[in-house]
Each structure stands twice: as structure tokens, then as C-alpha cells.
């Protein structure tokens, strides 16, 4: 018995996984002191090697593939790759810290991108550029979300709720309805694991205090769900959603809190189901997330 078939006595009718996410490129032009990637020491792979990734997960039912970092418009190759997961019939979404999006790149990318993520961590300038390590990138950030809201783009925006940023959350609801926002809006408690750990006294906040800002945020009497959708997620309900791929093919998913990421194996080298089963991938919050 093969061992997807033996994971099915687990997961019962869920019958594949629906995204991928592969941070394809380790170095970044931000340096955002929670940064959770795996990326010291795994090297990005080349145009083959990201094919060769696109076609093994297309053929394994995988609905959407997501371009991740460090920050993937500095690869040379994005659009090449986008369009040869466009052909297998992949969704692709993009996530940047938009700090070298232009409108020019938005153009010549708008076809071929289904979601576009963007991640915006205050309502203030000053403290998302700080947070972010990057001066500048909050007007680069809320630009290219005005834009792609204008264009009727699909849009998701990720907020870390962390020490540093509670305070100044809530006023996000507002910037997004000025662009007439419409998709979803991720709020993420501060995880501290990976390459952040080290930074946890910076930035970790209780369970109770990330409540605290999704309440004050959802009770507001001016907040209508129908704008846009609201999602928090604390890090404890992200534990074995995950499908991610390193910038070199390592596969790993998200550990509890504190601890290590764990490699299980590489995606060009490994069987995917595999590699599914080592990351006891927790199916039934993993389609919560992300069905349709």
C-alpha cells in the first residue's frame, strides 16, 4: 500500500493538496527581523530545476503554486516560470514585499498572476518601515495595492501582529477600504520559530494580546465583512498546514512554536506523497484555509 493510501485512512475525503508555496529566492532586499524563511544555506535553484518543481507538483493535483521569497521579482526568470505554471494549468500567486514592484513589472506580470500577497504590518509609515528594515516600503506597499484594487486584481494582505506593530493595526481596515479593497486580509500572530526565534523578545505577544487587536478590529461599528474578508490566524492553528518548499528544493513545513524548522526531503529528488506524509500535514485545517 502505497503511503498515500495509508494517509487516506486519515484524512478521509480530503484527496490532495492545494497549495505549494516555494520561497524561490533565499536573498532579499528587506531585512525584516521576524522573518520566518529557511533560507541560510539553501541556495536558490536554477530555471530547470524550478520547472522541473512546477511540473512534479502539477501532476500531483496541486490547485495553486505560490512564488514566495526573500522576494521572487529578483529572480530573472519569475516570468518564464509563471507562464510554464500558467501552461500545466496552476493557479500562481506572488507574494513580495513589492520593494522593487514597479507599474512596468505589475504590466508585464498582470496575466499571468491569479492573487497577488502583499504584506503590510501598521497603518503608520514610520513603524511598518521600521519593522520592515526598508525605507520607503510602506509607500511601495500601499501603492501597488491602490493600483492592483483599482484593476479588480485578486489581493490578499498579511499583518504580523507583533509587539512592535499592535498598537497600530486596527487603522490598516481603513487603508484598505480607501482603495476600495476587495479580497482578503491575513492577520498573523508573531510566530517565533525559524530564523526569528532569536528575535522573539522584540516582537512576541501573548495569545491574548493578538485577540485583543482581531476584537478591536472586528468590532469596530464601521467594519463590514462584505468589503473584504477578515482572517485571523494565530500561530498555534498554523502548525502542519503548510506544503513549502526552500529555495532549493527542501521541503518543510511549520514546527510549533520555538522550535526548529525539520527538513523531511527535497522536492526533485523525493516521492511528493512522500514527502506529504513525513510533514503529517494536518488536512482538515489546510482545506479550511484554502478551499474554495
Not at 518543481?53 to 502539477?58: A, P
Not at 484594487?149 to 481596515?173: P, Q
Not at 486580509?185 to 520559530?193: A, E, T, V
Request: aromatic share 12%; hydrophobic share 35%.
Amino acid at each position: 500500500m502505497s503511503i498515500w493510501n495509508k494517509g487516506m485512512n486519515n484524512i478521509g475525503s480530503f484527496s490532495k493538496i492545494l497549495k505549494v508555496h516555494w520561497n524561490c529566492y533565499g536573498v532579499c532586499n528587506l531585512g525584516c527581523g521576524f522573518c520566518y524563511g529557511l533560507f541560510e544555506g539553501y541556495p536558490a535553484l536554477g530555471t530547470s530545476e524550478g520547472i522541473e518543481i512546477l511540473r512534479k507538483v502539477s501532476t500531483e493535483g496541486v490547485e495553486t503554486f505560490v512564488f514566495a521569497g526573500g522576494d521572487p521579482l529578483l529572480r530573472s526568470d519569475l516570468k518564464e516560470l509563471m507562464s510554464f505554471g500558467r501552461e500545466l494549468g496552476l493557479k500562481i500567486e506572488l507574494q513580495t514585499n513589492a520593494h522593487s514592484l514597479t507599474e512596468q513589472k505589475i504590466e508585464e506580470l498582470f496575466p499571468l498572476i491569479d492573487c497577488w500577497g502583499f504584506s503590510l504590518d501598521s497603518s503608520v509609515d514610520e513603524i511598518h518601515d521600521s519593522e520592515r528594515k526598508g525605507r520607503g516600503n510602506y509607500q511601495r506597499v500601499t501603492n501597488a495595492i491602490r493600483i492592483l484594487a483599482g484593476r479588480k486584481a485578486n489581493l490578499n494582505v498579511r499583518t504580523v501582529v507583533s509587539k512592535r506593530t499592535a498598537a497600530s493595526v486596527h487603522r490598516i481596515s481603513n487603508i484598505l477600504r480607501n482603495f476600495d479593497f476587495h479580497g482578503k486580509w491575513y492577520l498573523l500572530q508573531y510566530d517565533p520559530l525559524g530564523d526569528e526565534k532569536h528575535n522573539r523578545d522584540q516582537f512576541e505577544i501573548s495569545r491574548s494580546s493578538f485577540d485583543e487587536v482581531v476584537t478591536r478590529i472586528t468590532s469596530d461599528i464601521s467594519f463590514c465583512e462584505n468589503e473584504f474578508k477578515t482572517i485571523a490566524v494565530p500561530y498555534a492553528i498554523r502548525e502542519g498546514i503548510y506544503f513549502l518548499i526552500a529555495p532549493d528544493g527542501s521541503v518543510y513545513n511549520q514546527p510549533p512554536a520555538g522550535e526548529d524548522y525539520r527538513v523531511v526531503g527535497n522536492i526533485l529528488y523525493d516521492n511528493f506523497w512522500t514527502l506529504a506524509d513525513r510533514l503529517q500535514i494536518n488536512f482538515e485545517l489546510h482545506y479550511k484555509r484554502y478551499a474554495s
